[in-house]
């Protein structure tokens, strides 16, 4: 912590830092914790600074993609195209066009309609895609309602009674290949219970799959494991080991049945600070407020969708106080937490934002025309 001190005080704030050393032994702990053959596709919206997609690349998983430009930076990164795999419910006919051209290994795909425009865009081109079906499970994830993906209602996916309705036009279409069923029921997921029901949904809908004589040489289930918000100092890297096991205990697996994982946030979510420093401190008769230089623009994720970030003060101060701890946007939603205890905090005082290494970067933006916030890495 001392050598960070300085570091950071000799910086310009905000800015991100990201802990490479943490990063790697995340990598290491989900690679000891796959003792079943899982492939492992990282999602690349979670981050996709270069640093962090190069260890990523050489801990060997492949990428997890939503756009066309997404499967564009993992190529350029290296990923080979028999790793990547696309979702989106909105993919356009130029992504499409683009990742056939480049041979992904599969898109998964959001509905009826789509799939008939991947046979018609591959069928021009004289190729096959691969696809997955992306199904709807209508099981809740437990989490906050605007990342769950896979609850009814959601626009993810479609429902399997929808997909076993369409199996006749899935097997007229000829320039698809369907290898098998895709799912993600949303994000920061920390019931395993959740996954486990999961599996039970899967392996119903296989079985009547099977049944039709459809052969699915792969699954992939999806990601979504959350990491601890709270305590990050705790617990910097997540329990692989317990998540891969769900799976491995529950799914009844097909004979050579491959099984894909698509995980973005329990990879790169705590080795990323948001460091800043605070500019002002205001009472009020209601509210005693710290304001920050980062704000919305930098981390999005309270704005958006209500979440909390853990705040680390570097003040030596003894004494503490509450803090409603702000940015500098104008909106009222650009807030980080309410009657936050802090160190006694003065204008100056550097304060860390912590685990805002997924969904962090990848959001930040410039209005209020402000800057876009840099990135250090601790190598
Ligand atoms: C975002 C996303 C993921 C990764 O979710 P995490 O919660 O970061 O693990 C996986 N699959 C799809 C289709 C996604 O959109």
């Known amino acids: ?8 005080s000799a910086r310009e704030t905000p800015f991100y830092y990201y802990d490479l050393e943490l990063l790697d032994a995340t990598l290491m702990a989900l690679s000891s914790a796959n003792r079943y053959g899982y492939h492992v596709h990282y999602a690349l919206k979670a981050n996709n600074n270069t640093p962090i997609l190069e260890r990523i690349k050489k801990a060997g998983l492949g990428v997890d993609c939503v756009s066309g ?11 080979k195209s028999s790793n990547i795999v696309l979702a989106g419910v909105g993919k356009t ?8 051209d480049q041979n992904i290994f ?10 008939e425009v991947i046979d018609e865009i591959a069928g021009k081109k004289g190729k096959k895609a691969n696809v997955s079906i992306r199904i709807n499970p ?12 896979g609850a009814k209602g959601n626009k993810f996916g479609i429902s399997g009674e929808q997909l076993l309705e369409s ?10 290949h369907f290898i098998g069923l895709h799912y993600h029921i949303g994000s920061q997921i920390t019931d395993l219970n959740r996954f486990k029901n999961l599996c039970e949904r899967v392996n119903h809908l296989q079985k009547e799959l099977q049944a039709a004589g459809f052969s699915l040489p792969h699954l992939n289930v999806g990601g979504g494991l959350g990491i601890d918000y709270e305590n990050p100092q705790e617990h910097p890297i997540p329990d692989f080991e ?15 049945q491959e099984v894909h994982f698509e995980l973005g946030r329990s ?3 705590q080795c990323g600070t948001l460091v800043t420093r605070a500019l002002y401190l205001k009472e009020s008769d209601h509210s005693n407020f710290l304001i920050l230089d980062a704000g919305m623009t930098d981390l999005m994720r309270p704005a958006l969708y209500q979440a909390s970030h853990k705040i680390v003060s570097l003040s030596e101060a003894q004494n503490t106080r509450q803090y409603d701890v702000v940015g500098p946007i104008c909106e009222s939603s650009d807030a980080f937490g309410k009657s936050i205890t802090l160190p006694e905090t003065k204008r100056g005082d550097i304060l860390m934002i912590c685990s805002a290494g997924a969904y962090g970067e990848t959001m930040k933006n410039s209005y209020n025309a402000r800057d876009l916030a840099p990135a250090y890495y601790s190598e």
Do not use: C
């Open 267 to 269: 990879i790169v979510g």
């Open 242 to 256: 317990a998540y891969f096991r769900v799976f491995h205990e529950h799914l009844k697996l097909l004979p050579d």
């Open 93 to 100: 006919d130029k992504e499409i066009g683009y990742a056939i």
């Open 69 to 79: 430009n997404e499967v564009k930076i993992g190529l350029e990164h290296g990923f």
């Open 106 to 115: 599969s898109f998964n795909v959001e509905s009826i309609q789509e799939l």
């Open 167 to 176: 199996l006749d036009l899935l097997k007229s279409l000829s320039n698809v």
């Open 138 to 149: 209508a099981i809740e994830a437990g989490t906050h309602h605007y990342i769950t993906t």
């Open 1 to 8: 912590m001392k050598n960070l001190r300085s570091f950071f």
